[in-house]
């Protein structure tokens, strides 16, 4: 009987696949060397930050799941790849349904070639655009490993990551960035991913922390970072490798592309030194702590890096640094076991810079964004809270529904002596370090 269905499963989908129209764009000889060899190299630049996250968060566990942390962020990097040609970029990117979802037109990539899609970027090819966007699916999910590190199975992980890709990313992808997207409709403004990457990552991490509960000894045992030069070189892998991530998201090689580099390296810097300030003033200057305000610098210019000049991305790197630092202390106050702070960094700094950028935004930046509440306009912070708030409850909910059913079906924590022995050995096999 099980066979039976999975083949009718298989005929259902490959008649979807075949039946379904696909968007072809016509050459018309408008793309442009330089952007597109622009876009090729900033896709590039975010992949390399996959291996950042993955030496970053491996460098801050035990040593006895280093392996474990790191085949997370690679299986990741695999798993969405697939799913991302197969369906993932159709259901972001596809022609609008509803504001909610995009439709099937490009299953498969079915229409995206060499050819620009006019609707997104009119100067370089389809797939150009479709493998940068891909880089964003991928890296998102990588930011919630934090949550399930050194406790969560391997299988269930992968299996969670799938789903919370197609039900949470692909569809706030489609709102704020897919034409006919309803926030981006309504203006939200989000220059390469403040919402979609690190407001839903950071906001699922502390759901799934909350979900899979602490770790066994937490509080009582030492759980010190084994490795903390690995950390430090991963932050400098995501900064290096974010000037992609946001100097791209101008889609061309042009001056919005060197504004979003600029305010790119200038909050990072600011929210670096604001970090180790407070440290200092509290207890000592720490390396970790000065690559964490690095990553809190980054994520909150990140929605704005396109919108905003340089004096505003130092006042959004200094917010960056005091907020998330204290949100991190608030969290080890709270004795919540999301230790590699994806929630205080990610979740709390991709709030700051959505707001930041309703309040900073100018036109004389982009014009094509619009005018935030310093310039006069405080319809553009409502519009910017009110995207935080569906993004935030949307994500929360739905990311707790599919913890439940795969918790349901395969469970997600791995056995007590699993997690004494270390997910290395107990789930790969494999030690790092004989």
Sequence with gaps: ????????????????????????????????????AW????????????????FFYGGLVRGKNVL????????????????????GYTLAFGPDIGGFIGGLSNLGLAGIGQAPNPEYA???PALAFMIFQAMFAIITPTLFVSAFVERGKFSSFLVFVFLWSTFVYDPVAHWVWGVGGWLGNLGALDFAGGNVVHI??????LVIALYLGKRKGYGDTPMEPHNIPMAVLGAGLLWFGWFGFNAGSALSSGGLAANAFVATHISAATAALTWMLLAWKDRRPSALGLATGAVAGLVAITPAAGF????????????????????????????????????????????????ATGIFASILVNPDGANGLLYGNLNQLLIQIISIVAVVVYTVVVTLILLKVVDATIGLRVAEEEEAVGLD???HGERAYS
């Design 39 to 54: 876009m090729l190299i900033s896709s590039a630049l975010v992949l390399l930050m996959i291996p950042g996250v993955a």
């Design 200 to 205: 839903t990552s950071g906001m699922s991490a």
């Design 308 to 355: 905003v000049g340089p004096l505003a991305a130092i006042a959004i790197g200094a917010g960056a640094g005091v907020i998330c630092y204290y949100a991190l202390l608030f969290r080890i106050g709270r004795g919540v076991d999301e230790s590699l702070d994806a929630w205080a960094v990610h979740g709390v700094g991709g709030t700051w810079g959505a707001l």
């Design 68 to 87: 474990s942390t790191l085949m997370m962020v690679l299986g990741v990097l695999a798993v969405i790849s697939i799913q991302w040609v197969l369906f």
């Design 425 to 427: 050995i107990s789930q």
């Design 1 to 36: 009987m099980k066979a039976k269905n999975g083949l009718l499963v298989a005929i259902f989908l490959s008649a979807v696949f075949l039946l379904t129209p696909a968007t072809v764009f016509a050459a018309d000889g408008t793309v442009d060397s330089g952007d597109t």
């Design 122 to 124: 009119a100067n370089i």
